[in-house]
């Protein structure tokens, strides 16, 4: 395989799919995923024409993508803005993909990614994003679960763990914002709740109707970022929160915990708080830890840090925080704050800059640059 070939050709392959009328982000996603397929096809078989055989291969890619995308985009529409409580009437197809694509011969890993990509409608960027991985590992994870279902009969249903991971990831890339897909993630797993009984599916449906439920607070008028102890809690929708209070209740009292599980209880105690001053910070360090004893989770330790530091005071926040990787995604947004509560002004204007330079959302981007000017100013 000559790379250095590959390499050259990128960038003319790309700018003819651009001329044909891709857009320049698909563009780049249907380039990777042909560059991924010479790689694993070329050194058998040889193209007579390299770039070429990428263009269509990219082309066709690019295709598949759009219809993809085209097809989500009918099933959202199809759904009204917020998802209505109680049973839905039906479970349709949608949801039968996500089991589909589940398959048992994948891992779930790969299962995943390849929902989030096919049915899911993420590209292949917002994946890689959600797993910390480089957007190139995971344009190879994507083939190699195409290529291993390539062939096989789609009539085994896969695992329900998988498919909760799936509409869990989906519904947070929807709530980011990049991608308004948090209320059919919601009325996909109202629907999971009709037809299977497990704590952990009831767990999932509480935790995003927690969230959801903050979700008109978590912006302002001009499109920037609330953070959760400045947000307006008369905005919240209180029939979502004691929609999905009562829903983990239930799943709670049958002594089955699970991550949703315990996530859900951590919203559900910043929901109960009637001030931010109010929250119970002890009780949520508690449910983090036992989030981190199911999980093993670096960012479940990171978002603990920040428990940590609000029950027990910044520096023991700042301790808990250097047991860490400082290469996890918010690393040093976390840092930042924790500088801040400890009254180091300085540092942690520098470490908000640096954490607006590697944030990849533009609204935490414009976030933490505002925090740093705030506290450059004060200095």
Avoid at 10 to 24: E, K, S
Avoid at 116 to 129: C, D, F, H, K, P
Avoid at 150 to 165: H, K, N, Y
């Amino acid at each position: 395989m000559n790379e250095v070939l590959l390499r050259s050709l990128t960038p003319g392959v790309l700018a003819i799919l651009v001329r044909r009328g891709a857009d320049f982000a698909a563009a780049e996603d249907a380039v990777q995923d042909a560059l991924v397929e010479a790689v694993r096809v070329w050194p058998a078989t040889p193209p007579r024409d390299p770039k070429g055989w990428l263009v269509t291969v990219a082309w066709r890619r690019f295709l598949d993508a759009t219809r993809a995308d085209a097809a989500r985009r009918r099933r959202e529409e199809s759904v009204g803005e917020e998802p209505p409580p109680g049973a839905p009437r039906a479970v349709d197809d949608t949801l039968q993909l996500y089991f589909l694509c589940a398959h048992p011969s994948l891992t779930p890993s790969s299962a995943v990614a390849l929902t989030l990509r096919a049915v899911g409608g993420l590209t292949t960027r917002q994946i890689a994003q959600a797993y910390l991985v480089p957007e190139a590992t995971m344009a190879q994870r994507i083939s190699r679960a195409k290529r291993t279902v390539s062939g096989v009969r789609f009539d085994q249903p896969g695992d329900v763990a998988t498919v909760l991971r799936v509409l869990y990831l989906v519904f947070n890339e929807g709530y980011s914002g990049d991608v308004d897909l948090a209320a059919e993630a919601i009325r996909l797993t109202r629907q999971l709740v009709t037809v299977i009984d497990h704590p952990e599916v009831a767990g999932l449906l509480a935790l995003m109707l927690l969230h959801h439920a903050r979700r008109a607070a978590r912006t302002s008028a001009d499109g920037s970022l609330v953070p959760l102890a400045e947000q307006d809690r008369g905005r919240w929708d209180t029939r979502s929160i004691a929609e999905g209070v009562g829903i983990l209740q239930a799943a709670l009292a049958r002594d089955r915990l699970g991550e949703f599980q315990a996530q859900a209880a951590i919203a559900a105690l910043h929901a109960d708080a009637p001030t931010a001053e109010e929250t119970d910070w002890v009780q949520i360090v508690e449910w983090y830890d036992e989030l981190a004893r199911l999980t093993d989770s670096p960012v479940v330790r990171l978002n603990r840090a920040v428990a940590v530091g609000e029950a027990d005071g910044p520096r023991a926040g700042l301790a808990a925080l250097a047991a860490l990787d400082d290469t996890l995604p918010r690393h040093t947004a976390v840092s930042a704050y924790l500088h801040e509560r400890d009254g180091d002004l300085a540092t942690a204007a520098r470490l908000y800059a640096e954490a607006a330079r590697k944030a990849s959302a533009l609204a935490e981007r414009d976030h933490l640059t505002r925090q740093a000017a705030r506290l450059n100013a004060r200095e």
